[in-house]
Nanobody, 114 residues
Framework: QVQLVESGGGLVQPGGSLRLSCAASGIIFRLYTMRWYRQALGKERELVAAVTSGGYTDYADSVKGRFTISRDNAGNTVYLQMNSVKPEDTAVYYC????????WGQGTQVTVSS
């Protein structure tokens, strides 16, 4: 049974930092491209960051220089370090694992507000 379980969401002030984690089980994690998506209320889901099995990373323009995606293949976990957060980063953040099939986590809420 495949599971992607996100954690680390919560309320953070503008300019603050937060680290999201996504723990994977039931897949050969090191073979998967891992992505973080987010969906704000009333908006479509958008890609935030990706890390390939080879460690190549890519980011949405809106988070470049502020967010960092990383992976720990030994621990089957992908992270999203969020720095200098803004109110517009408020959304539900979803972890995605993709090889020939896509798997999704249940999401974790991030709220940026003073």
């Amino acid at each position: 049974q495949v599971q992607l379980v996100e954690s680390g969401g919560g309320l953070v002030q503008p300019g603050g930092s937060l680290r999201l984690s996504c723990a994977a089980s039931g897949i050969i994690f090191r073979l998967y491209t891992m992505r973080w998506y987010r969906q704000a209320l009333g908006k479509e889901r958008e890609l935030v960051a990706a890390v390939t099995s080879g460690g190549y990373t890519d980011y949405a323009d809106s988070v470049k220089g502020r967010f960092t995606i990383s992976r720990d293949n030994a621990g089957n976990t992908v992270y999203l370090q969020m720095n200098s957060v803004k109110p517009e980063d408020t959304a539900v953040y979803y972890c995605n694992g993709a090889n020939r099939v896509d798997y999704w986590g249940q999401g974790t809420q991030v709220t940026v507000s003073s």
